[in-house]
């Protein structure tokens, strides 16, 4: 069983190949792509660490197979689709939740057409689901150094691509129009109502930058507004002033406005209002607490002694 990323991206790529000699409404399609996208996803954990794609065991076992290390009388055992795509969550800023539900929806698809006796991809039409896929396919392919001419060739590359920016455009249009819904409602309130919501607004937007969200400014209303993400790549921990800092590199999901209710959800909507952008979440601990230190003089002892 091959982890190694070279391997892994040129079958990922001959499945993509296979797949594009099939019309795009041809159910032969989609099975080859769905094929194709799961070890395009696994190509891209095993550039940041074959071992990431062992199931993980008590005994290491099957870490030790990705390490060259494992014993012949274990078989090797991949990590399952679905974790390998939360992976991709964790690891690459550009795959977001909207990307994994896309895969994960794919791969249940693909799973229900080998395994039962439906047919699972003439039910779902590939055109419900295309512009995600290339979507995917686009970061998990950036995420290692190709494009999707590497993956797809350059003329199924152009079509994804125009397929991309028309979504883009879409996106922006419904983010415009959400925007300027929002600011008119904020704008009709009298001056006071308004004072009084960007007040509150403020005093929210503070309280959540405590538990890992961004400040930030509306682009409805200029209030205070914030935005949560999800973690991914790796810390960097540094010892400041007596304390331990700990700064993660965090991708945004979504926006919430407590002062006019505009909210936007995940990284197409917010990069529309140039609101996409990593930010790096910054936590302090004492080193007792970071280190899970005990201090010996107020701890109680937990033996007793025997002096007789």
Not at 31 to 42: F, N
Not at 104 to 110: D, S
Not at 163 to 187: D, T
């Amino acid at each position: 069983m091959a982890w190694d990323r070279d391997s892994l991206w040129a079958k990922a790529a001959t499945f993509m190949e296979r797949a594009f000699q099939e019309s795009k409404e041809d159910p032969l399609f989609a099975l080859w792509a769905a094929l194709g996208l799961e070890l395009l996803a696994r190509s891209a954990v095993s550039h940041v660490s074959p071992t990431l794609l062992a199931e993980p065991d008590s005994n290491h076992q099957y870490l030790l197979h990705a390490l060259g290390r494992g014993s012949e009388k274990v078989s090797k055992r991949s990590l399952g689709a679905q974790k390998v795509f939360d992976l991709c969550v964790i690891l690459f800023e550009g795959f977001t939740d909207a990307e994994r539900k896309i895969c994960v929806a794919i791969i249940n698809r693909r799973n229900e057409e080998l395994h039962s006796g439906s047919c699972a991809f003439e039910e779902d039409k590939s055109t419900q689901w295309l512009s995600g896929f290339y979507r995917a396919c686009k970061t998990l392919s950036e995420c290692q150094g190709y494009t999707l001419e590497d993956l797809f060739g350059e003329d199924e590359a152009r079509h994804a691509e125009e397929l991309l920016a028309e979504k883009r455009i879409k996106v922006k249009g419904q983010v415009e129009s959400k925007v300027a819904a929002h600011k008119k409602v904020f704008e009709a309130k009298s001056a006071t109502d308004q004072k009084k919501a960007t007040k509150s607004a403020a005093k929210e937007a503070i309280s959540l930058s405590y538990h890992g969200h961004h400040k930030a400014r509306c682009p409805a209303c200029g209030s205070a507004a914030s935005i949560n993400g999800e973690p991914y790549g790796t810390e960097k921990v540094t010892h400041e002033d007596g304390e331990v800092v700990v700064r993660q590199p965090v991708s945004p999901r979504g926006l919430s406005c407590t002062a006019c209710g505009l909210t936007l959800s995940g990284y197409a909507e917010l990069e529309v209002v140039n609101l996409g952008g990593r930010y790096t979440r910054t936590t302090s601990y004492t080193p007792e607490d970071y280190f899970g230190l005990v201090d010996p003089g107020t701890r109680e002892p937990d033996w007793e002694y025997d002096n007789e």
